[in-house]
């Protein structure tokens, strides 16, 4: 199991560091056309995002592959 965990690259990565690493890449209005949400949209923060993406299992899900493609991206 753990030759597994070591290519996940959401491995020990909490999702207000997912979250941080996006705002910093991106910015709030590029995760907002990437993600149509609205906590990224109107008045966007970590907080609100934090507690709608832990609610919602298909928004979190679009932000980790979104997290996912910027470090490949880097590659």
Not at 9 to 21: A, F, R, Y
Not at 30 to 38: G, P, T, Y
Not at 53 to 70: N, Q
Request: aromatic residues 10%; charged residues 30%; hydrophobic residues 35%.
């Amino acid at each position: 199991m753990e030759n597994t965990q070591s290519n996940n690259p959401l491995h020990g990565v909490t999702l207000e560091m997912i979250l941080n690493h996006l705002v910093k890449e991106y910015g709030w209005e590029k995760m907002a056309e990437r993600v149509n949400i609205k906590c990224f949209q109107n008045d966007p923060s970590i907080k609100s995002s934090l507690t709608f993406l832990r609610k919602t299992p298909w928004a979190r899900e679009k932000v980790e592959r979104m997290y996912v493609y910027s470090l490949m991206k880097k590659r």
